[in-house]
């Protein structure tokens, strides 16, 4: 098989970066209008949902996982309490949603910034904790978060065990045709019936809406991310996670470094939080347990530790993996009784020892192997220095 | 008085089940630094067979105990050779994730076999109060779990002293290499760690859920671990001893100063938390620990 091979400056590199970036956006485009509430994939007569509401939370764990990838994938200190933070987030837009009537977007005022001083809080114990201790620090802090929720001095903003329950839609604006889009792609002959049947519903032009909006949200912050990551702070703390104690040599505040990263962190956390309950509708405090961090986790490594797009995929992992395991209910050979229960939990606990095993990189390193066989790219080739006037 | 004295007698038979299960995460810590998030799961799992093989097959219970003890034993050693020993023991990232896998795995099966509704375990001990102590009782069920550890710890001190495998792993323990240089197998003695550990998280859960006031259900160790975690913390990850006071004293918190303080009962995870991160700031080395010495 040939390769091609691309240079990087030259105009052929330019075309296959914006072919990447457009196909992308017609993913999502088609996502939206495709999968709307009725798309499902039917294997074995079992019906795998792909509903938009899923992506939708997918992206959700996204951001949180971005989050993760700056503390733990680029500066090296494994937090396991991504929870904790994307809960909090979680929680207060939805207390001034429902109570104060703010605006979804306008919370990310007070949530980020609110998170991100926490996160800056739990950072400094991290300067004395390293490694194991502070995994298990922070998987305390996110085991506490539920019975945080349920104090009777929170019970006013929380709303206790019954959840806080948020009716504010993001609904579209007037002069958005998503109808008029839905309809066009209907007539498309051939894959026209793909997407769905007449007008869309009310709730279905919210759905579309709150996943636009949401992909814009998450899209923003990879690229502020991706920014951070290839700037100079972006290099001290992936000098930290190599070495610290050469990094603090080369005159990097392993402090300053730290704090801050696990402040992004929290912050990235905290907007991943805000989407899920836009999305969802109610913050429950079940669903925030410690489980959920080590969920992150598991989207961290599975999508591969240290990437940007790793936190796509693993986002979408522990979005979908755990929904169709347990909508698995006929396998052949397997008896329904063992088809029943927390299914998801166990693919996702064997899935990450497995990949250990074969794929330390995670899925995105094996994208990329298979990638590199198809697509090389060079860089670009360094102007060669002018014949040096030596001085005699 | 005699609440205050009641409540010290429930701090101190929580504290035991914490106690033996930081004796757990003690005994694969002192090998090789790691902490087995999955220490909990594999507890509650063989909680389980405990209660499978003393309900579904009739055997005694302190059979089924014992029985119970030896199956998790060898599940564990079969966990370390195929899971764990393959990894660089220093490189602890890879092994957290698997450990993180395990807890994921073993929970998932635990419930998807046994279910989540919670199962009455047989008594292990006599019920009833043994004494009354000025208006406080002391009932059997605490006695017998401070027995216990006391036994368990007894056990495991002639283990490690007075055995050549013992020996072996106190050498491990304490230098790796060296050991190795000097014909120890490694690997088997990391895997007798583990087995050891298992054995005793079992015995941990058993002990736990024979109190008449709790029951066996997959979730049983999930804030568990987070308790034992911090009685080990306390006592010194790599000291025993540090390991049974740790736990009684985290058990103490949890029954005397969370109430006292006027802390709500939901917080007595939270109070575990602050001990943990209050021993880990000031005191990495717990109690009774071994400083480490990080060379460059």
Redesign the interface.
């Known amino acids: 098989m040939g390769k091609f091979q691309l240079t990087k400056g030259t105009s052929a590199y330019t075309i296959y970066k914006w072919a990447g970036i457009v196909l992308l956006l017609l993913i999502v485009f088609i996502a939206a209008f495709a999968f709307n509430d009725t798309g499902k994939i039917s294997v074995l007569d079992n019906d795998y949902k792909i509903g938009l509401t899923r992506i939708t939370k997918a992206i959700s764990f996204m951001v949180a996982i971005l989050g993760l990838q700056v503390v733990a994938g680029f500066t090296g200190q494994l937090s396991l309490g991504q929870g904790f933070f994307f809960g909090t987030g979680a929680y207060m837009s939805a207390y001034l949603v429902a109570d104060h009537q703010w605006p979804w977007f306008l919370t990310l005022v007070v949530v980020v910034p609110a998170c991100f001083v926490m996160g800056l809080l739990f950072g400094i114990p991290a300067l004395k904790i390293k490694g194991l201790y502070l995994a298990l620090v922070t998987l305390g802090l996110a085991a506490i978060f539920p019975s945080l929720i349920l104090l009777d001095v929170l019970e006013p903003y929380t709303n206790g065990a019954a959840g806080k329950i948020v009716d504010s839609d993001l609904l579209p604006p007037e002069w958005m045709p998503l109808d008029g889009i839905s309809t066009g792609l209907q007539r498309i002959p051939l894959v026209g019936r793909y997407f769905g049947d007449g007008d869309l519903s009310n709730k279905q032009e919210q759905r579309i809406w709150t996943f636009f909006l949401m992909a814009i949200l998450a899209a923003i912050c990879f690229k502020m991310v991706s920014n951070l990551v290839s700037s100079r702070p972006g290099r001290a703390i992936r000098a930290v996670r190599d070495n610290e104690t050469s990094a603090a040599v080369n005159g990097i505040g392993l402090s300053y470094h730290k704090t801050m990263s696990f402040g992004v962190a929290s912050a990235l956390g905290g907007v991943g939080g805000m989407i899920y309950v836009a999305e969802l509708g109610i913050a429950s405090q079940g669903d925030f347990t410690q489980l959920l961090s080590i969920l992150f986790i598991v989207g961290l490594v599975v999508g591969g530790v240290g990437t940007l797009s790793g936190a796509v995929i693993g986002g979408l992992v522990i979005a979908f993996v755990p929904e169709w395991a347990s909508s698995t209910q006929n396998l052949p050979g397997v008896p329904e009784r063992w088809l029943d229960g927390p299914t998801g939990g166990f693919i996702l606990g064997i899935g990450l020892i497995v990949l250990t095993f074969v794929l330390p990189g995670g899925i995105i390193s094996g994208v990329r192997k298979l990638k590199a066989r198809v697509v090389q790219v060079l860089p670009a080739p360094i102007p060669l220095p002018e014949a040096a006037s030596v001085e005699t | 008085m005699d609440l205050f004295l009641q409540r010290i007698f429930d701090g101190l038979s929580n504290g035991a089940t914490y106690a033996l299960l930081a004796m757990a995460l003690v005994m694969i810590f002192k090998a090789t630094?790691?902490?087995n998030?999955a220490q909990g799961e594999f507890a509650m799992f063989g909680g389980f067979i405990v209660l499978v093989l003393a309900t579904e097959q009739g055997i005694p219970m302190w059979g089924a105990v014992v029985l119970g003890m030896l199956i998790s034993a060898v599940l564990a050693a079969v966990i370390e050779r195929t899971?764990i020993r393959?990894f660089d023991p220093a490189d602890?990232?890879?092994l957290?994730?698997?450990t993180?896998?395990?807890?994921?795995?073993?929970?998932?099966?635990a419930?998807?076999v046994w279910?989540f509704d919670p199962r009455a375990f047989p008594e292990l001990f006599p019920s009833g109060k043994a004494f009354n102590i000025a208006g406080a009782t002391l009932s059997w069920y605490t006695i017998f779990t401070l027995i216990t550890i006391l036994v368990v710890a007894g056990g495991l001190t002639l283990l490690l002293n007075k055995t050549k495998i013992g020996l072996a792993f106190r050498a491990v323990s304490s230098n790796l290499e060296s050991s190795e240089l000097a014909g120890i197998k490694v690997g088997p003695t990391l895997q007798f760690g583990w087995a050891i550990a298992a054995a005793v998280g079992t015995l941990g859960v058993a002990v736990f859920v024979a109190s008449p006031f709790r029951q066996l259900e997959p979730q049983v160790m999930?804030?568990g671990l987070?308790f034992a975690?911090?009685a080990a913390?306390l006592g010194g990850l790599d000291s025993l001893g540090g390991a049974i006071l740790g736990g009684l004293a985290i058990g103490l918190v949890q029954s005397i100063a969370v109430p006292y303080l006027g802390v709500?009962t939901?917080?007595s995870?939270?109070a575990?938390?602050v001990v943990?991160?209050l021993v880990?700031?000031f005191k990495?080395s717990g109690l009774f620990g071994t400083p480490q010495v990080e060379r460059?």
């Open positions: 630094t790691l902490i998030f899971l393959p602890h990232l890879p957290v994730i698997i993180l896998g395990l807890f994921l795995a073993i929970n998932a099966i419930g998807i279910r999930v804030t987070i975690v911090s913390a709500p939901e917080l995870l939270l575990a938390v943990l991160l880990l700031l990495p460059v």
